[in-house]
């Protein structure tokens, strides 16, 4: 019997007045994979993540989360579903302790065994010897350890989690990198909501990429970047380069770029394999003070897609 | 059950998150009444009769008897004096008007009913004397520290200012807390919670009563410290505040969830509260006032709440006209404010065409 896929979104869309949030957009979410929902800021993540949990109504399509339709079999998706939301909405004046207490009450069906749950999570996390202390008093990393640990308290099948790491440094972040690993491999399933290449990268099984409410990509990032078929180019030169279209015409290349005077970017076919040659062409006439040959990143796939950089 | 209790005791953790606003509403009637306590007048009263050399002063005691008084005989002394003092306000004056004598007797607006009551019967026994012979005599009337029978302002004051203290304590807190979980963020964890809201909303009024129920005691501790004054039965004047605290905690919590800031909240909690108070006899039984004032005073909850807790008060004195009336109408807005209070909250916790 095949595997019954954890979310499954069909041809949803939402408008907020004139405002196409949600456009047409469908996508599913397999069991135990980190699913990345990746765009721009406004892109429509949080939207989405909204439509899935049932905290806005799609004007069209369909939602089920674990085979249950989020509109008319919403407690039985809560009972199943942990939300880790961007503003983290922890009780600061409360401990860390009784954060928990609150969430059990309302989240956990089994309180019968939720103290000990709760020591097994708050020692996940790193937080079992600040369990006392008030939530005001913790780092921002540790504020979005504690909400995971929140999070996960009512045993949750799957996890949404809304921009991870923002605002958290980098040692936090690769602490709640690696708490969410674990837990997949546990076998928790994740949908993570980001604008951070890095971490769609590093953490996502699969991803989609959203613009304006539309899906524009869906696949693993490896595969959407191999599917560039170009290396990207940077070098430093001086003099700078005058006319680079014709220094640079007897290769393939596309999408020259001059964002600094003497810096210069494009996207070129097998870069790696031509590496010797191109700098022979270019130190001709110039001093190259640097050359940087990179695989396509996920802000290039964005930039194929959508004719801009992820991070504008 | 255990669901219950972790609800409630989520509720009461709560209360490190606003300890001040908690602080205000539990203590602030409290503060009031015993700062009104001090500068207020203990309004009693002493009579004045002019020519008390005459046989008039001594039919007038005997008048007075005769009437009766309902707060005893000993409430009245009275004292004959040479000459009616023109500075005195309350004085009762008989005038002829086309050839009609009448008794005319001015009332105060913050009187309260003991007053009127009293008055009343001086005028019945100025009656009887009228009837003798009056000439072109007058009696004045004029406050002075209360006798051992009275039972003074500052009771019926206290008394009416016990539900105000149960009422601010639920309406503020219930509000003030309400609009803090939208302005940080955690109603969220209400909205994608699998229990069942009726629960939550129980729990949040369960705590609510109990404050309520401290500010209200606190209060009832302190009338009865500084009066020397204890109600008949503490069970009784507490169980008659149950519907009042209900119909606040859900006016404050419907507050918290419309405006879903805790100013505009806290501001409504306290303004309906004081108006409440004011309107709904503060100072004075609502049948002691014009009849559109009563006809407004009995419309809030005050109003029937202070009726019922009357007879606890005054020697089980039965004041309000229909108790079966005034009980249906309480439980009339108890459950009105309840189901507006589950249609607030559908509306704006659990709606999704936001």
């Known amino acids: 019997m095949a595997q019954q896929n954890a979310i499954e979104v069909k041809s949803i869309t939402r408008k907020f007045g004139k405002l196409v949030a949600v456009d047409d957009l469908s996508f599913t979410v397999e069991q135990g994979e980190i699913f990345g929902l990746l765009g721009p800021n406004g892109a429509g993540k949080t939207t989405i993540i909204n439509l899935i949990l049932g905290l806005l109504k799609a004007q069209q399509g369909e939602i089920h989360v674990l085979g249950f339709d989020i509109n008319s079999q919403t407690r039985q998706v809560y009972r199943r579903a942990g939300y880790v939301p961007q503003e983290t909405n922890l009780y600061q004046d409360l401990s860390a302790i009784d954060n928990l207490w609150h969430h059990a009450a309302l989240y956990c069906q089994d309180l019968s065994s939720v103290k000990d749950r709760m020591e097994e999570l708050l020692n996940f996390t790193n937080l079992w010897h600040r369990r006392k202390d008030p939530v005001r008093t913790f780092s921002g990393g540790m504020k979005r350890r504690l909400a995971l640990a929140r999070a996960l308290l009512h045993d949750p099948e799957v996890i949404f989690f809304d921009e991870p790491t923002l605002g958290v440094d980098v040692q936090g972040r690769i602490a709640l990198w690696e708490h969410i690993q674990q837990q997949r491999e546990e076998g928790k399933t994740f949908v993570i909501s980001t604008n951070n290449m890095v971490e769609a990268d590093t953490l996502c099984d699969r991803l989609v990429i959203i613009d304006h409410g539309q899906s524009i990509a869906l696949d693993t990032p490896e595969n959407l970047k191999a599917g560039m078929q170009y290396d990207v180019v940077s070098i430093h030169t001086s003099p700078p380069i005058v006319e680079p279209e014709t220094l640079l015409s007897p290769y393939p290349v596309q999408n020259i770029t001059q964002f600094e005077p003497d810096c210069l970017r494009f996207e070129m076919e097998n870069a790696d394999t031509r590496t010797a040659e191109l700098i022979n062409t270019i130190t001709k006439e110039h001093q190259l003070d640097s050359i940087l040959i990179a695989r396509p990143s996920l802000d290039d796939v964005f930039l194929f897609h959508t004719g801009r950089a992820l991070r504008e | ?354």
Request: aromatic content about 12%; glycine content about 6%.
């Open chain 2, 1 to 354: 059950m255990r669901r219950f209790s972790l609800l409630l005791r989520n509720e009461f953790k709560s209360f490190l998150t606003a300890p001040v606003v908690h602080l205000i509403a539990i203590l602030q009637p409290t503060l009031m009444y015993i700062l009104m306590s001090v500068i207020m007048v203990v309004p009693t009263f002493e009579m004045r009769i002019v020519n008390p050399s005459s046989s008039l002063g001594a039919r007038f005691i005997a008048a007075v008897d005769e009437v009766g008084s309902p707060v005893g005989p000993d409430y009245i002394e009275p004292i004959l004096v040479d000459d009616p003092s023109p500075g005195f306000r309350q004085v009762v004056e008989i005038i002829e008007t086309d050839g009609n004598s009448t008794a005319l007797q001015t009332y105060g607006y913050i009187d309260s009913n003991l007053v009127k009551n009293l008055r009343n019967r001086l005028t019945a026994a100025l009656l009887v004397l009228w009837n003798i012979d009056l000439g072109d005599q007058g009696i004045t009337i004029h406050e002075h520290p209360w006798l051992p029978n009275d039972i003074p302002y500052t009771v019926y004051f206290g008394m009416a200012m016990i539900p105000l203290a149960a009422y601010l304590a639920a309406a503020m807190i219930g509000g003030y807390l309400m609009a803090q979980e939208f302005e940080n963020g955690t109603i969220l964890i209400y909205r994608l919670c699998p229990t069942s809201y009726p629960l939550i909303l129980a729990a949040k009024l369960t705590r609510l009563m109990i404050i309520a129920l401290t500010g209200a005691g606190i209060l009832y501790l302190f009338l009865g410290l500084i009066t020397g004054i204890w109600s008949s039965s503490f069970i009784a004047v507490f169980v008659i505040l149950i519907p009042l605290i209900l119909i606040a905690s859900c006016i404050g919590l419907a507050a918290g969830l419309i405006t879903r800031s805790s100013l505009p909240s806290f501001l409504i909690a306290l303004a309906s509260a004081f108006a409440f108070w004011l309107i709904g006899s503060g100072f004075g039984l609502a049948a002691g006032f014009s009849t559109i004032f009563e006809k407004i005073s009995r419309l809030i909850p005050n109003t029937p709440i202070i009726e019922m807790m009357f007879p606890y008060f005054y020697y089980e004195r039965q004041v309000a006209a229909h108790p079966l009336a005034a009980k249906l109408q309480l439980v009339g807005y108890t459950l009105s404010s309840l189901i507006m209070l589950v249609f607030i909250y559908q509306k704006r916790v659990l709606s999704k065409d936001r």
